[in-house]
T-cell receptor, first 112, second 111 residues
Framework: DSGVTQTPKHLITATGQRVTLRCSPR?????VYWYQQSLDQGLQFLIQYYNGEERAKGNILERFSAQQFPDLHSELNLSSLELGDSALYFC???????????FGPGTRLTVL | QKEVEQDPGPLSVPEGAIVSLNCTYS??????FMWYRQYSRKGPELLMYTYSSGNKEDGRFTAQVDKSSKYISLFIRDSQPSDSATYLCANTYNQGGKLIFGQGTELSVKP
């Protein structure tokens, strides 16, 4: 158990819908990262927050957004969902001054 | 060309074998190198984290980095069926930065 929690474990929804994925980092970690894992693209970095501020952005679609709250948990919002958004979404956290990132168990999103 | 390349396998070995997993990368700016293990549909688990060229050992695992040839390796000694998983190498430019992952190598250790 990495100490990073993610909810829900599974999400099944329809095209065009909007969903919110939640992540709680390890105690004491200030950085939260979001990654998407699909069969064809592998693990891809989406976005990073550090202590509430956006720090880095990867190949995140405009339909996707994220935020980190004062209690350091983070939410990833996915809207206007398409079939191709079906994937595993992982959250990771780190202390912030070292780059050892610890991953949560992931949320499996299925868009029908 | 992908920034980090891995042979996807699958790689099948008998129990007790020494396993060698490899990655190559193209960007000489990478400074930090990691190996993660991922069991089917689970979150990646950090195995090794290295910065400099050379070897780093942790139990049955040894990570090797050769920055001059942009080549990183993970060796698993006395492999066990429980080592059956996908192994992902990951690189990054700086501390606290995004990880660039290889595609992963699927390993199967047969009893």
């Amino acid at each position: 158990d990495s100490g990073v929690t993610q909810t829900p474990k599974h999400l099944i929804t329809a095209t065009g819908q909007r969903v919110t994925l939640r992540c709680s980092p390890r105690s004491g970690d200030l950085s939260v990262y979001w990654y998407q894992q699909s069969l064809d693209q592998g693990l891809q970095f989406l976005i990073q927050y550090y202590n509430g501020e956006e720090r880095a952005k990867g190949n995140i679609l405009e339909r996707f957004s994220a935020q980190q709250f004062p209690d350091l948990h983070s939410e990833l919002n996915l809207s206007s969902l398409e079939l191709g958004d079906s994937a595993l979404y992982f959250c990771a956290s780190s202390v912030g001054v070292v780059n050892e990132q610890f991953f949560g168990p992931g949320t499996r999103l299925t868009v029908l | 060309q992908k920034e980090v390349e891995q042979d996807p396998g699958p790689l099948s070995v008998p129990e007790g074998a020494i396993v060698s997993l490899n990655c190559t990368y193209s960007n000489s700016a990478f400074q930090y190198f990691m190996w993660y293990r991922q069991y089917s549909r689970k979150g990646p688990e950090l195995l090794m984290y290295t910065y400099s060229s050379g070897n780093k050992e942790d139990g049955r695992f040894t990570a090797q980095v050769d920055k001059s040839s942009k080549y990183i390796s993970l060796f698993i000694r006395d492999s066990q069926p429980s080592d059956s998983a996908t192994y992902l190498c990951a690189n990054t430019y700086n501390q606290g930065g995004k990880l660039i992952f290889g595609q992963g190598t699927e390993l199967s250790v047969k009893p």
